[in-house]
Nanobody
Framework: VQLQASGGGSVQAGGSLRLSCVAS????????LGWWRQAPGQEREFVAA???????????YYADSVKGRFTFSRDNAKNTVYLQMYSLKPEDTAVYYC????????????????????WGQGTQVTVSS
């Protein structure tokens, strides 16, 4: 699977952005998918992710720092996942990466980036105060 992230940019605090991650090479229907971010000098941080649970349903998970402000969504027909970000803060400034995992993913490990097999190139989000 190849992942292509886009949608980053520079906004003022309180603004919004929508990131997109388009997958190619395989359909993403059964994949765990998520977003992580990494600020300079810091470790990669979990933001949001989705995994397939029972049947064709999906569960979505968020980091506490973005709950209520960010919304993860996936459009399997377009092989695309999105991260809608509202009420952005300067501390949201980072490079945002999308990741995909083809194997089983348990809920307690959904945020572990080391479990994800495929990564996009990252898109920069800069929030100014």
């Amino acid at each position: 699977v190849q992942l292509q992230a886009s949608g980053g940019g520079s906004v003022q605090a309180g603004g919004s952005l929508r990131l997109s991650c388009v997958a190619s090479g395989r359909t993403i229907e059964s994949y765990g998918l998520g977003w992580w971010r990494q600020a300079p000098g810091q470790e990669r941080e979990f933001v949001a992710a989705s995994r397939r649970s029972l049947g064709s349903t999906y569960q979505t998970y968020y980091a506490d720092s973005v709950k209520g402000r960010f919304t993860f969504s996936r459009d399997n027909a377009k092989n695309t996942v999105y991260l809608q970000m509202y009420s952005l803060k300067p501390e949201d400034t980072a490079v945002y990466y999308c990741g995909a995992r083809s194997g089983t993913l348990i809920s307690s490990r959904v945020g572990d980036w080391v479990l994800y097999d495929f990564w996009g190139q990252g898109t920069q989000v800069t929030v100014s105060s």
